[in-house]
Structure formats: C-alpha cells, structure tokens
C-alpha cells in the first residue's frame, strides 16, 4: 500500500479518536446560540450547556464594578457557587450555588455585566475549569464566546454563528415583542455593538471562529435553516455515532 496513503489514514484516525464528543456553538449576542444550542440537545437527547449563563449568573451575584475586584477576591466568591448541570435535551438545568438558574439573568442589563465579567481573567479561568469538568462527564452541546477556541479545541464538531447587528437587533425586537415588551430598534442595535465590542476586544478568550469552525451567517436564515444547516453537516460527518464513539 502507499506509504502516504497509510499514514494519512492513521493521521485521520488519530485526530477523530483525539476528539472530545462536543459539539461547540460560538457567535455573538443575539445570534440565536441558545435556541439553536436547546434545539440540538433535544434532537441528539444530550444536555446542553449555556456557558453565556454561567457568565451572567457570577455577575449578578457579584454586582457592577466586579471587574475591578482583585482576582483573589473573584476567585474566593465565585468558589461559593460552583455550577452543576442535570437532566438532558431541553430539560437540562443549570444549578448555581444549588439554585436553578431562572429568568432573572436574562435582562440586557445583565447581558451587559457578563461581557464586563468576561473581560475578568479569574473569572474566566474559573468558569473554563468548571466547563470542561461538564465536558469530561459525557456528549455534551456548549455554546458561547470560546467553546471551540479556548474551552473545548478538541471539539469533535464546531460552529460559528454569525449575523450583522442590525439583523441581530431586529430579532431581539421581534422577541420582545413577542412577549408584550416593547424597545427602540436604534437602542438594541447600540446595545448589541457595544457587547461585539467587549466580547471581540477582551485580552483572554476573544470572541473568533476557531479555525476548524463551521462559519454559518444566518442572516438569510430563520432558526430553522440554520438548524438543517447543522445538522446536514453533522450528518454528513458521522452523525450522532461520531459522538458516541469518539
Ligand atoms: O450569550 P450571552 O448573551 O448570554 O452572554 C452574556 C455575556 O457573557 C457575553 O456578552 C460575554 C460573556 N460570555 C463570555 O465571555 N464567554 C462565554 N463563553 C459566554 C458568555
């Protein structure tokens, strides 16, 4: 047999066996990351971990200014809330400190927080450990800023969701208003620069594609092309067994 040939085959299965059965869903701020995320878990019936939360749930505990906190200080209070995930599908749960994660971290006060606590590298080192000890414990989707750069590099399946802020801005008021709620579109849009800002300008873990990251610009798309577009290429790249057995 061709040498080339054989070693090329080797080097393929290598690399499929090095990787972690985790699919990584990356992308900015209203891209539609934890529908998509939920969507996904259900369909493959694994958990499914919405990293931005475990962000916004240190910062509403720890309050405004934590990014001016020493690091041991961050270090000290976010030990006192370790975060535990259970169930599966869109029935996984999030805990924080023993207490489920609910709706009250789901402001764009919030949101604005977490980007200030991301920009914080304790609290990213503490969050990164605490991500990938729920990776070691089996099949997982995660989604957020890093999963398949930082947290998750041997990622069996990555992708990267991408939308212009306008579009983004204009999703987040068809949800609002979805929900009775009204919003300025001129103020979401703003809203949604400034988090691009601090989530692609922060010195650890920036917001970036991995190079090995599908990049899917869903602006076209409504949730559910963009779902067919993932799962397709799951599909067409061992499916659902890729991740069993790698
Ligand atoms: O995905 P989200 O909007 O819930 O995230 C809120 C903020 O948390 C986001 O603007 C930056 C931070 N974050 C992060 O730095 N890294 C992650 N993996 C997830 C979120």
Same mark, same amino acid.
């Given at each position: 047999?061709?040498?080339?040939?054989?070693?090329?085959?080797?080097?393929?299965?290598?690399?499929?066996?090095?990787?972690?059965?985790?699919?990584?869903?990356?992308?900015? %701020?209203?891209?539609?990351?934890?529908?998509?995320?939920?969507?996904? %878990?259900?369909?493959?019936?694994?958990?499914?971990?919405?990293?931005?939360?475990?962000?916004?749930?240190?910062?509403?505990?720890?309050?405004?200014? %934590?990014?001016?906190?020493?690091?041991?200080?961050?270090?000290?209070?976010?030990?006192?809330?370790?975060?535990?995930?259970?169930?599966?599908?869109?029935?996984?749960?999030?805990?924080?400190?023993?207490?489920?994660?609910?709706?009250?971290?789901?402001?764009?006060?919030?949101?604005?927080?977490?980007?200030?606590?991301?920009?914080?590298?304790?609290?990213?080192?503490?969050?990164?450990?605490?991500?990938?000890?729920?990776?070691?414990?089996?099949?997982?989707?995660?989604?957020?800023?890093?999963?398949?750069?930082?947290?998750?590099?041997?990622?069996?399946?990555?992708?990267?969701?991408?939308?212009?802020?306008?579009?983004?801005?204009?999703?987040?008021?068809?949800?609002?208003?979805?929900?009775?709620?009204?919003?300025?579109?001129?103020?979401? !849009?703003?809203?949604?620069?400034?988090?691009? !800002?601090?989530?692609?300008?922060?010195?650890?873990?920036?917001?970036?594609?991995?190079?090995?990251?599908?990049?899917?610009?869903?602006?076209?798309?409504?949730?559910?092309?963009?779902?067919?577009?993932?799962?397709?290429?799951?599909?067409?790249?061992?499916?659902?067994?890729?991740?069993?057995?790698?």
């Amino acid at each position: 047999m061709n040498p080339a040939r054989v070693f090329a085959e080797t080097a393929t299965a290598r690399t499929t066996a090095a990787r972690l059965p985790v699919v990584t869903l990356d992308g900015p %701020a209203g891209v539609g990351k934890t529908t998509l995320a939920r969507r996904m %878990a259900e369909a493959l019936a694994l958990p499914y971990l919405d990293t931005g939360a475990m962000f916004r749930s240190l910062a509403l505990r720890l309050g405004p200014g %934590a990014e001016t906190l020493p690091a041991d200080v961050v270090r000290g209070r976010c030990a006192a809330w370790p975060f535990t995930l259970a169930g599966s599908g869109a029935e996984t749960r999030l805990f924080c400190g023993g207490v489920p994660v609910g709706d009250e971290i789901r402001t764009e006060a919030v949101g604005l927080l977490a980007a200030r606590l991301g920009t914080v590298p304790a609290a990213r080192e503490i969050l990164r450990e605490a991500q990938r000890r729920m990776g070691e414990r089996g099949p997982l989707v995660a989604e957020g800023r890093d999963m398949g750069t930082t947290v998750f590099p041997d990622a069996r399946f990555k992708f990267f969701l991408d939308a212009t802020p306008e579009t983004r801005a204009r999703r987040r008021l068809h949800d609002l208003e979805q929900r009775g709620q009204s919003e300025d579109l001129a103020t979401l !849009t703003e809203q949604i620069r400034q988090r691009d !800002t601090m989530d692609r300008e922060r010195a650890v873990a920036p917001l970036r594609a991995a190079p090995d990251a599908l990049i899917v610009d869903t602006s076209a798309l409504d949730i559910n092309g963009v779902f067919q577009v993932l799962i397709q290429h799951m599909e067409a790249n061992g499916g659902r067994d890729a991740l069993a057995g790698s």
